[in-house]
């Protein structure tokens, strides 16, 4: 389905969605991280950020993203403590179910 991350920015503007939008993005303190996982899993990260400037850990989510442009949180938001965990998630326990 998908193929890079500028595909499913795309599609989701396209379907009228504002996931990826400047002030979503800022607002989540979130970045997206390389990488599309069986053509539609993707990891975001955020950090949040008291309002006393408080940083608290930035922790890693795995998004999937459907063909009309929408994205969904796979599991819990915030889910792993690094990067690796999403990835090793994606590949050992989501995408081995598919197939």
Known sequence: MFTSISEIKQANRDGGYHFF???TMKF???KTHRGVYGGRY???SEQHISLR???NDRKYTIR???KDGAIDTVDTF???ATLQHAR???KYE???EEY
């Open 42 to 44: 993707f990891i975001t």
């Open 94 to 96: 989501i995408l081995s």
């Open 88 to 90: 090793d998630h994606i």
């Open 28 to 30: 989540f303190n979130s």
């Open 53 to 55: 400037g408080v940083k």
């Open 78 to 80: 915030q889910q792993f």
């Open 21 to 23: 939008s400047k002030d």
């Open 64 to 66: 999937k993203a459907h």
